[in-house]
């Protein structure tokens, strides 16, 4: 039986993995949300509030365990809940070629 700590890990990630924004992207922020544009391949995205912190947070290298406890003191969630979440999130932009993730 696993605990949801082991549930939330993504292969290749761990708390001392450093995530940044790669260097190409045009982004803009409306009101508490952002927009980012790969000029490259004239793909946008658009992040709501939580996912617009977590692209600022990205712009400079971060540790995901530095990264969730940012995001844990300044919204209403747990450990366990942000770390999955935040990983996710991250395996997804890492994905969209929009970060990148050293182990």
């Given amino acids: 039986?696993?605990?949801?700590?082991?549930?939330?890990?993504?292969?290749?990630?761990?708390?001392?993995?450093l995530v940044s924004a790669k260097r190409n992207l045009l982004c803009c922020d409306v009101n508490d949300e952002s927009?980012?544009?790969d000029d490259e391949s004239g793909t946008y995205f658009g992040f709501n509030?939580?996912?617009?912190?977590?692209?600022?947070?990205?712009?400079?290298?971060i540790a995901l365990a530095d990264a969730v406890g940012v995001l844990t003191s300044e919204f209403d969630v747990g450990v366990d809940?942000?770390?999955?979440?935040?990983?996710?999130?991250?395996?997804?932009?890492?994905?969209?070629s929009l970060v990148e993730v050293r182990p």
């Avoid at 809940?81 to 969209?96: N, T």
């Fill in 49 to 61: 509030s939580v996912g617009s912190r977590i692209w600022s947070l990205v712009q400079e290298p």
């Fill in 1 to 17: 039986m696993t605990n949801k700590t082991q549930m939330a890990r993504e292969p290749g990630l761990g708390p001392s993995s």
């Fill in 35 to 37: 927009i980012v544009l």
């Fill in 81 to 96: 809940e942000c770390e999955a979440e935040l990983y996710r999130f991250v395996r997804e932009l890492e994905a969209k």
